[in-house]
């Protein structure tokens, strides 16, 4: 089977398999498929996978990525939320004794709840968990976001154990993901990303290996899961608010863009943003990690009163 499915990875085979099984492509899905071989294999030696580590893939589509994550792998789990492909992944993957196929939607699905499940099937703990992923374009930024804010903690201890998420996404998005401090990509996701990750990009990638053509380029981003916090706000849960809040208006001022955040008014953010040792008519694009972490601390006082 192994060497029927080298067809995977060409447009030709693409085409054929998914016409075989009645399946027509779902744009609204975000379904441009990968079909090259060499991408995929960036994308699965650039997730550094070990033999005991479980992979989580986000929309495995035909399966490609798939069927080479669990040749390196002891399990994949892999979301997918469109049924239709159900016939595919079975001829696929059906060789595969260690691939388990969620039909859930990656943005609701119980991840934690799936790793336990993968865990027990398992017997024992895995080495690492990797995440990875050819990301459906609608949706790369609530992924990635959830991924970040949700599911990897370090204050919760059940939290998702990932060492590093692999994912072709659109260029656009990895810019912004790289943007640095003062820079007009630089946002609420440059922040959360750097926060948690330390960002490399494998690959830039011309929109003409996916079948369909999307409208625009791509890239592979390696986000490498830091041991520790490179800034340690008092709580993580007001760090990501705050971030959310400064960038929410990005044009106002830092006291005009946090007022109403856990019931400020300007005098109070002002008072925190002094407090923090920022001007209060900086704007977040200006902001350092460290800064956000600081101001973050400084508000920490007035939502602890709103929650009273
Ligand atoms: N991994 C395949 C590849 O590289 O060829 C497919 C990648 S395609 C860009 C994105 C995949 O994500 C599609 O299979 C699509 O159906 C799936 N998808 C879209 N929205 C999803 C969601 N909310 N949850 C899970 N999978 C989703």
New binding site residues.
């Given amino acids: 089977n192994s060497k029927r499915m080298e067809r995977l990875y060409s447009p030709r085979g693409i085409l054929q398999i998914s016409e075989r099984h009645g399946i027509r492509v779902?744009k609204s899905?975000?379904?441009?498929?990968?079909a090259d071989g060499n991408l995929v294999d960036k994308i699965i030696e650039g997730s550094g996978i070990g033999a005991e580590d479980l992979v989580l893939?986000?929309?495995?589509?035909?399966g490609?990525?798939?069927r080479r994550a669990a040749a390196r792998a002891a399990m994949v789990a892999a979301?997918?939320?469109?049924r239709h492909?159900q016939p595919v992944l079975a001829e696929t993957l059906g060789d595969l004794p260690n691939v388990r196929i969620f039909w859930?939607?990656?943005?609701k699905a119980d991840l934690e709840e799936i790793f336990r499940q993968m865990e027990a099937e398992h017997g024992r703990a895995f080495g690492g968990l990797k995440v990875l992923?050819?990301?459906?374009?609608y949706?790369t930024t609530p992924v990635i976001m959830r991924f970040l804010e949700e599911l990897i903690s370090w204050e919760r201890p059940r939290a998702l154990p990932v060492e590093s998420l692999t994912f072709?996404m659109q260029k656009e998005v990895a810019d912004r993901i790289r943007a640095n401090p003062g820079s007009k990509a630089y946002g609420a996701l440059s922040v959360a990303v750097q926060y948690r990750c330390g960002v490399e990009q494998l690959a830039a990638v011309p929109k003409e290996v996916f079948v369909p053509r999307p409208q625009v380029d791509s890239a592979v981003l390696r986000l490498l899961v830091h041991a520790e916090a490179p800034v340690r706000p008092k709580s993580e849960e007001t760090f990501f608010a705050v971030v959310r809040a400064g960038f929410g208006q990005r044009r106002k001022t830092l006291h005009n863009a946090l007022a109403g955040l856990y019931g400020m008014g300007k005098e109070e953010t002002k008072n925190a943003l002094t407090a923090a040792g920022i001007a209060p008519e900086r704007r977040a694009e200006t902001l350092s990690l460290a800064e956000f972490a600081a101001l973050a601390d400084c508000v920490e006082q007035y939502k602890v009163q709103d929650q009273q």
């Avoid at 893939?57 to 035909?62: A, C, I, K, Q, T």
């Fill in positions: 779902n899905l975000g379904q441009n498929f990968l893939e986000v929309g495995p589509g035909l490609a990525l798939t979301v997918e939320i469109d492909l859930e939607d990656i943005l992923g050819n990301l459906p374009y949706i072709m």
